[in-house]
């Protein structure tokens, strides 16, 4: 049967011949593929497979801590406690997820959801609960049996420890938005998610407090597990630290005696410029904003009636009222107009051409000198002075005290205010009627009225001018900058002096008597300026009441009322601090404003020479633990 | 019986089992490799679970290689006693499997015989072979090379296979079988007109399949090779990834156990089909030829003992092997370099797994009894 083998039908080996060449054929064509993939390209081939193994995560940098002049922490940062997820470690994501939900009380759905938003490569942790409380960290921990995969890790966030203390001087921070992380500077930089100052010196110093992120670099297998770290790691550096002018204590009693009004107080070291306090009210807690915010709650704080996140202080322009008299009265006196004798007569008003302007006071003063008229604070006098200035002498004078530019405080946006002059009028209504500057618009700008506006922190620096020796000082808010461990200092700040009111010495002095008059004086606007009789010290200022609608149109709704300004200091001869306040449609500025400022000096004698308050054994430190929210932002005028 | 045994070992191609040992050897260093855990070796011993899957594949070697000389004893008229026999059966079998096999990977290739499991295609290779082989041998060309008439039942031979291995789905299988078959026949010659038509035939069937008879996972599985970035994260991860693998590895390779690519298991079946690329990458360019020489040296050993063989049946049975042989390498090597589709074509001798260990050392085994120079006076 098997018998093929005697006829060979057919001769093999031309056959195996080509049957080889074939083979050896297609075996060089994979070898020639091979030395393509593996010689020519192989160096990229090479750069992509470390690529595929090698990454890199982000370590969050901890912010600068921001702190008082006496190193009081202000904002800090702690430990936040995330919940968080590894997928590769969590074989039942479902079931571990509803045990979580069981145990934290919270719909699981809730954190389905969040697990879906959160996408990227699994190596990464997937954030279940941020933020989480002591309680239920420990609840989770006692679990982890039955949570594999599931871990608390912790990040520094930041922590504004005092709550709504010094708010809007220190600012807030927030998730990074999409036109932030397009600007040159940050590119690369930012990623999303990332928080990023605001407001305030948050925002001013973001590129110092921000910190330089660490780099985690590791090796990932293909399901995207981290294998095992790289020898490069890059430590996270924390920011730098800023040292604040500000005393924590001083600060707290400003925001305290803002409490429930809305307005600014400003405290300064005239000498020197440095800012012992700076409040703006309402305020706010910044510490909301590194949490969740609702985009309801996040439109409530912009666009709010209360204009919460405004700084009152450098952003906000009032009319300075009789608060300009002061300055207005130096300038007389330096240019020859007036001597501390010369005497005018208050009839209870003023006439220019066919206009009158009335006195505050409708039966008049009589005849009144210059300390008679501060004291008093009578318009006629400034009417008939600012007169004789002309509007173009009121304006040069105010310019020098630093008024109608920003005072160059080292936080952002400030506003430059305004004092109405020929050649501003001019400007603005170019091509009008109105373009000329009549005689009838300078007694308003005499009495700080009209179109003259200012910011709080003008205010206090011209008045620091005027008791300083005329010296225009640059305020400012930032005392040393430090590297992150403490140990350089990288930047300093020192008093400047911008500008010389070019008043003699002799008359800024008379000016200054005449101010303390207006406190002790019998009969002075300011009596609720003074400081308790026991200490000894004597306080000088001058007070504003300053028009928010035309007399005529006035009703008595609380919008309608004036606001009340102060400007004063103290002691009276070398003053140590002084303050600057104003309490929107606050009425009279010696009934609203003025123990506003009296409750910030005492403050300040309190800590700095050990004074005791008579009436009332306050405790020193009065910052009041606002961390509970005890709804200071809620206040307002009814 | 002792000259017997003796003269059975003369017969034997010592050069053919040589490198019959050398390549699984390789591909157990590389399945080490492939499948090293580095956190198993701390907590056991080397030789324990370790290498569980060396081990198996080791014990796979054994078999195959009892296998092999178990066939290469075979009497010659053996295998061509019993091919239609064996052929009938398998063809039977691979029925039964499409009605009631055991479904893995969406696909019926497997029968359950108690603790064994087999795969009927995987020996239908050889079925096909030795069926092929008896009938070409009866039925020599009238002419000096076939016409159209003569071939239609040798071509029914391996198609009626294919076929069904078609239907399992299992595309890489059948396409060997009808490979093998063509090569046997064409091996044999065939007229101009027929090598013609049939060509279109060809060609036209492939345009056929495609518009209307393959899955969308095998059409998906040819678009992606000629753009894989379009889907990197896809249909085109193993492509780009296996394609990293054997680049990266560049002339000298990364060294042993270093493959990064391969170690933190960014290629897929890099045990099975894919285990060429620990090689190019750990062993780079030189090592890679290296075993494609191997494979030359190997297939090239079997042409010539066909080329050497009395016996005509035995010539038919070698090429039918070398077919098989080649086509898997070559396809597989293809799908791995990245200019073929990814057709689950196991590297022969190299890949993890037991159907294509014992198929190939069975078939290297018949091809030793039926060239073997004893054949042409035992019959």
Redesign the interface.
Known sequence: ??S??EK???T??P??VI??SC??A??FL??A???Y???I??????E???N??QKTVFVPPARGVIRDRHGVPLAKNRPAFNVEMYLHETPDVDQTIDTIAELLGEPAQEYRERLQKQGGPRFRPRILLRDASRTEVERILAHRWYLPGVFINHYPIRWYEHGHLASHVLGHIREIGKSDLDKPEFKGYYQPGDLIGKSGLELQWELYLQGRRGLNRF?????SVK?RDLPEQVPAIPGNILELTLDKDVQAAADTALQGEWGAVVAMVPKTGEILALSSAPNFDPNIFTGELSPDQWSEMINGREKILNNRAVQEVYPPGSVFKAFLGAAGLEEGLITPSTTEYCPGYHKVGNATFRCHKRSGHGNVNLEQALTVSCDVYFYVLGARLGIDRIHEYATRFGFGTPTGLDLVHEAPGLIPSKAWKKRRFAGTEESRWYPGETPSVAIGQGATSVTPMQLAVALSALVNGGKVMRPYLVKAMYSSDGQIVTERGEPKIVGEVGIREQYLQRVQEDLIEVVHGARGTARRARLPEEWEIKAAGKTGTSQVVALSAKTDKREHEHHALYAGYAPAKDPEILVAAIVEHGGSGGLAAAPVARQVMEAYFRKFHGKVHPDAPVPLVSEGNQQEGDGVEGGGPP | MIPEIRSYIRSLDWVLLLLMFVIPTIGLTVLYSASYDPDLERRFLFWTLNSSLVFRQLLYCAAGTFVMFLAAALP??FP??FSYALYVVLLGLLVVVLISGTITNGSRRWLSLGPVNLQPSELMKIGVILALARYL??V??KQRVYGFSELIVPTLIFVIPMAIILRQPDLGTALTVGAIGA?MIL???VKRWVLISSFLTGLGGVLVAWFWFLHPYQKLRVTTLFDPESDPHGSGYQII?S?????????FGKGYLEG??T?????PERTTDFIFCVL??EW??VG??VV?AL??FL??RI??N??R?????G?LVG?GV?ALV?FHT?VN??MV???LPVVGLPLPLLSYGGSSMLTTFFALGIVLAVTSQRS?FS?
């Open positions: 049967m098997y093929t083998y060979m039908p057919i093999l080996p056959r195996v049957a080889l083979i050896i297609a075996f994979l070898a593929r091979l030395w993939l593996q010689a390209r192989g160096e990229s081939f090479a992509r497979s470390k595929n193994r090796v990932v297998n293909a399901h294998i | 010659a008229r061509y006693r041998t009866k020599p060309p090569s091996f044999v010659g990834q394609k990293i693998a054997v680049g990266s590895g560049e002339i990064s690519q170690r933190l298991e960014f290629v190019a990458e780079g360019f890679s030829v494609l494979y030359l297939l090239a042409l010539q066909v080329a063989s009395k016996d005509y049946f010539a090429v070398v080649f070559f090597l293809g370099v990245g200019f042409a019959r």
